[in-house]
Each structure stands twice: as structure tokens, then as C-alpha cells.
């Protein structure tokens, strides 16, 4: 079946240092990736998506790219802010009509001033 | 735009008791969906409601757990009887209808917590 896996958390980095959380995904077909963050006290929300292979997803400075030979699609941040905190899912949609999400376990990333 | 509403935010019961859970999605959204997440996991989908049509509960305990989106707008999930596996913050989430391009694109609710003793 569809599976989802991140790299382990915490991460802990310095304010303006470079992120990466790693994802793999393993899946039938072709399935669409996202990053949805939970910020403390919030709901769960979609930082980026891509919808097929070599695709690259974006916003908030926030990156990931759709690698099917790798099946990977990693997130990156060139320099990060103590807003960052906060807990990223990484997750795949199978398409088809039954498009609910799996998502990975998450990765708790803190950012220290 | 209002947000996905869910209530109660928090609730404790003892095991073997049951409880029930509301969620009503932002308006115009035909997909609506139901996630159990345990504490340190990801989000676990449990049913996908198409306006009040079931498209998948594969994951959904049906010997306790039921779920219903009467007239295609708000829904209930119920558990009758509850497990101490069950606590959990159950999140509710809706979307466009996949027709719209936007598929994946979930909003979510801040979920209900709960407590089994």
C-alpha cells in the first residue's frame, strides 16, 4: 500500500540556517505530494503540492521537488526564521476518487533565536 | 471565509462509554473527511465522504466506529464503544470537489481531543 517516510525530529537549527527534512514515498500509479504544517496552537495547513514528476512546489520561501527516481520530494529553506517552528507532514494522494491523503509521522523542527 | 468547525474541542469518557463528534465544513466544499491522529503520528483517514456519498472507509473500525454527512453539508463520526486506543485528536478536513483541480488541497479543522480512561 501507500507509505510515507520522514526523517525523524526533532530538528533543531539557528535562525538563518539551511533546512532540509527528508520525505520518501513509496506508491502505486502516479500520486500527488504535498507539506502541510501544523504551527503551535493551529490546524493543520498546505504549505506547497506538486502534482507530477519533476514538478517543483513552493511558498514561504519553502521548496520541494517531485523526484520519482528517487521517490523523494525532500523540503528546503534556504534561511530559516524562529516562525518556522513548527511540525511539517509530509503526505501523497493516490488520485482517483478516493484521493484522501497519507501522511508521513512528522517532523518537529525548532528554531532558536 | 469561515473555517472548518469541529466541537467538542476536548472530551473525556470512560471506556465501553460512547461519544459523538460534529464537523461542518467550509461552505461549497463536496469533500468532506475524517482523520484520527495519535499522539507523535501522522493523520490517519478513516472516511472520505463526496457530498454525502461514501467514497472510502477502508480504514474506518466499522464495529465501532460510524460516520454520517446527512444532506451533503455537516457531519457526526460516532464511537460506540470506546477503546483506551481511541484517544485521539480526530481532525476533520473538506475540499473542493476533485473536478476542480484542487485535489489534496485539505483544510482543516483544529480537531476534537479525545480522552479515554
Known amino acids: 500500500g501507500n507509505s510515507v517516510t520522514q526523517m525523524e525530529g526533532p530538528v533543531t537549527l539557528s535562525e538563518e540556517a539551511f533546512l532540509t527534512i527528508n520525505c520518501t514515498y513509496t506508491a502505486t500509479g502516479y500520486p500527488s505530494l504535498f507539506w502541510y504544517v501544523q504551527y503551535p496552537g493551529e490546524g493543520l495547513q498546505l504549505l506547497l503540492k506538486?502534482?507530477?514528476?519533476?514538478d517543483k512546489g513552493s511558498n514561504k520561501g519553502f521548496e520541494a521537488t517531485y523526484r520519482k527516481e528517487t521517490t523523494s520530494f525532500h523540503l528546503e529553506k534556504g534561511s530559516v526564521q524562529v516562525s518556522d517552528s513548527a511540525v511539517y507532514f509530509c503526505?501523497?494522494?493516490?488520485?482517483?476518487?478516493?484521493?484522501?491523503?497519507?501522511f508521513g509521522k512528522g517532523t518537529h523542527l525548532i528554531i532558536q533565536p | 471565509e469561515a473555517g472548518v468547525a469541529q466541537s467538542p474541542r476536548y472530551k473525556i469518557i470512560e471506556k465501553r462509554q460512547s461519544v459523538a463528534f460534529w464537523c461542518n465544513p467550509i461552505?461549497?466544499?463536496?469533500?468532506l473527511y475524517w482523520y484520527q491522529q495519535i499522539l507523535g503520528q501522522g493523520p490517519k483517514l478513516l472516511i472520505q465522504f463526496q457530498n454525502n456519498g461514501v467514497v472510502d472507509d477502508s480504514q474506518l473500525p466499522k464495529d465501532r466506529f460510524s460516520a454520517e454527512r446527512l444532506k451533503g453539508v455537516d457531519s457526526t463520526l460516532k464511537i460506540q464503544p470506546a477503546k483506551l486506543e481511541d484517544s485521539a485528536v480526530y481532525l476533520c478536513?473538506?475540499?473542493?470537489?476533485?473536478?476542480?483541480?484542487?485535489?489534496?488541497?485539505?483544510?482543516f479543522g483544529e480537531g476534537s481531543r479525545l480522552t479515554v480512561l
Open positions: 503526505a501523497l494522494s493516490r488520485g482517483g476518487g478516493a484521493d484522501g491523503l497519507t
Open positions: 478536513a473538506s475540499s473542493l470537489a476533485r473536478t476542480s483541480g484542487r485535489a489534496g488541497e485539505l483544510f
Open positions: 461552505s461549497g466544499h463536496a469533500t
Open positions: 506538486a502534482t507530477k514528476a519533476d
